[in-house]
């Protein structure tokens, strides 16, 4: 995506599986509970948009892990050092949101935004 497209612009580009994962970085962002690892926004998303129609079936690690990447290469979301290493020395990616929560939820699609629980 170019870099003159607004943030609506790009948000608008991307698959109904990749707006319901920016959302719950989004909805967590709003929370303040970022940086937020896979397992969190998968979980997020399949708790709270389980009757959502135009995501088809449930999300698997896969589809989230997937989402995550082309948000960050979009520069929708960032990734960032982990704060725990496993015991192998490795941390699991955690993602923050570069942008304001509210200026997401407005760009996203209403189906999936009434889906979650926004102040």
């Known amino acids: 995506m170019g870099a003159d497209q607004t943030v609506d612009e790009r948000i608008e580009s991307l698959s109904p599986t990749e707006q319901t994962v920016l959302l719950g970085v989004a909805a967590l962002d709003r929370d303040d509970d970022t940086p937020a690892q896979t397992h969190e926004l998968r979980r997020l998303c399949t ?3 389980t009757d959502v129609e135009m995501i ?3 999300l698997s690690e896969a589809d989230v892990i997937r989402s995550l990447y082309r948000l960050e ?3 929708m979301i960032d990734e960032v050092d982990p704060a725990e290493k496993s015991p192998t020395g490795k941390g699991r990616p955690a993602y923050t949101l570069p942008h304001s929560p509210d200026a997401i939820l ?12 926004t102040p």
């Open 56 to 58: 088809v079936g449930s």
């Open 106 to 117: 407005e760009a996203i699609d209403d189906e999936l935004t009434d889906a979650i629980d």
């Open 47 to 49: 708790e709270q948009l």
């Open 73 to 75: 290469a979009e520069g």
